[in-house]
């Protein structure tokens, strides 16, 4: 059974970059088309979608995020890992890393998630 | 961006109740969305994808129908489990997007 499991919440100060890992577990990153991603969901919100990458490097970001934000990936070490630089108060949320699967249609969900890491940002 | 709207933002049902819940794209979006479950404290579980198809494991009560612009996710007999936030989510353009959520609560 695959399974996604962030790095631990933690506390960030403002103006600096916030650093997460997923480890997965189950299956290996390479395999399959899937992308692997990061949404977020501040404190009482719904959530946002940050980005994905595939095991081959490729990612897309969420221009909301103003190129703040690197993906990259360790197929060694069944991981991938975002940073999001500059941050303010408004980046405190859960984060979780979930695996997009697309049906044959193409149409792409979220079927595998991470339990959540709370990252806040103050100083 | 995609905006995603649903309707209603809460609703308050009975155990063995039948409810649906709406959600609007700013444009179309083919068959691509889907729909989450999220239970406080839980990351979300999807329980149907291409608007329609109900992801396995996912109890047959739930069901979703739509294209273009409007869907709906109907619980036809609500279970005490069933009392949660759900989310649509739009996989046609990105980025990706969200709708608000519903949060459904014990009456």
């Known amino acids: 059974q695959l399974q996604l499991q962030e790095s631990d919440s933690g506390l960030v100060r403002p103006s600096q970059t916030l650093s997460l890992t997923c480890a997965i577990s189950?299956?290996?990153?390479?395999?399959?088309?899937?992308?692997w991603n990061w949404i977020r969901q501040p404190p009482g919100k719904a959530l946002e979608w940050i980005g994905y990458?595939?095991?081959?490097?490729?990612?897309s970001y969420n221009p909301s995020l103003r190129g703040r934000v690197t993906m990259t990936i360790d197929r060694s070490r069944n991981q991938f890992y975002l940073h999001l630089k500059s941050v303010t108060a408004a980046d405190t949320a859960v984060y979780y890393c979930?695996?997009?699967?697309?049906?044959?249609?193409?149409?792409?969900?979220?079927?595998?998630w991470g339990r959540g890491s709370l990252v806040t940002v103050s100083s | 961006d995609v905006q995603m709207t649903q309707s209603p933002s809460s609703v308050s049902a009975s155990v063995g109740d039948r409810v649906t819940i709406t959600c609007r794209a700013s444009?179309?979006?083919?068959?691509?969305l889907a729909w989450y479950q999220q239970k406080p404290g839980k990351a979300p579980k999807v329980l149907i994808y291409?608007?329609?198809s109900l992801q396995s494991g996912v109890p047959s009560r739930f069901s979703g129908r739509g294209s273009g612009t409007d869907f709906s996710l109907t619980i036809s007999s609500l279970q005490p489990e069933d009392f949660a936030t759900y989310y649509c989510q739009q996989g046609n353009n990105f980025p990706f997007t969200f709708g608000p959520g519903t949060k459904v609560d014990i009456k």
């Open positions: 444009q179309g979006i083919g068959t691509w």
């Open positions: 979930a695996r997009e699967s697309p049906d044959s249609s193409g149409s792409p969900f979220f079927d595998y």
């Open positions: 990458i595939y095991q081959s490097g490729t990612s």
């Open positions: 291409a608007a329609s």
């Open positions: 189950g299956d290996s990153i390479s395999s399959g088309g899937f992308s």
